[in-house]
């Protein structure tokens, strides 16, 4: 059955450094990959998105690879402040489009 | 604002009764989308529209639940004889697409959804 795993539920880092989260997909060919951020209370709000022939996009402190051969995505927030800190959701769209459950980002000051 | 507008935020109702949600998606987009979202879970896609029309709807998707959007603006999802386990929070989603059918690779922009407990 088509599964997407995001690395551990939550993730504790230190302001300033890089926090990278991981999205894993077995049995699924996304065309295209997103990835979205969700505050306590609120939808999720886009960030970026990356075909399935792109290797890697940037925006501003962001980052995403994806590897259609790992079928992974890796999303990097440099210099990651306490602002940063929400749920992070990737969400594969191909024949349909899922979401991740999300890893919840803490940004420790 | 010319966001996704959800309402109400907050529904609290007791078991076997009806509900309505609506939402009201930013006036230029075609596509509307509800999903469903559990604590620790992310929106798990229930149906989805193209201007009025209904292209897609999940097969989880229980023949109590029925989604209109009858002049391809606003939409509204309504839930028969309410169960515990449709606590949840119910969100709309709204995009552009340029194709007839099919997933869309525009973002999707949410409203705050509808927080829905059944007692």
């Known amino acids: 059955s088509q599964k997407i795993e995001q690395n551990s539920e939550a993730l504790n880092i230190q302001e300033g450094k890089t926090a990278t989260l991981t999205c894993n997909y077995t049995?699924?060919?996304?065309?295209?990959l997103q990835w979205y951020r969700q505050d306590p209370g609120r939808g999720p709000v886009f960030l970026l998105l990356?075909?399935?022939?792109?290797k890697e996009k940037r925006k501003e402190r962001l980052k995403v690879t994806f590897d259609t051969t790992l079928k992974q995505s890796l999303f990097h927030i440099t210099a990651s402040q306490p602002a940063d800190s929400a749920t992070y959701l990737c969400?594969?769209?191909?024949?349909?489009?899922?979401f991740g459950a999300g890893t919840r980002l803490t940004v420790k000051p | 604002d010319t966001g996704v507008s959800q309402n109400p935020r907050h529904k609290i109702t007791k078991r076997g009764q009806n509900v309505t949600f609506r939402c009201d998606p930013i006036s230029e987009h075609n596509r509307l989308y509800w999903y469903r979202q559990t604590l620790g879970q992310g929106p798990e896609f229930l149906t989805y529209?193209?201007?009025?029309?209904?292209?897609?709807k999940s097969r989880l998707l229980s023949d109590r639940f029925s989604a209109e959007r009858p002049k391809g603006s606003f939409s509204t999802l309504e839930i028969q004889r309410t169960e515990q386990g449709d606590s949840a929070m119910y969100l709309c989603?709204?995009?552009?697409?340029?194709?007839?059918?099919?997933?869309?690779?525009?973002?999707?922009?949410f409203g705050d959804g509808t927080r829905l407990s059944i007692l």
């Open positions: 049995n699924y060919s996304p065309a295209y």
């Open positions: 529209f193209q201007n009025e029309a209904q292209l897609e």
């Open positions: 990356i075909r399935e022939n792109e």
């Open positions: 969400a594969l769209v191909g024949s349909d489009m899922r």
């Open positions: 989603a709204s995009s552009l697409s340029a194709g007839t059918g099919g997933q869309s690779n525009q973002p999707q922009h």
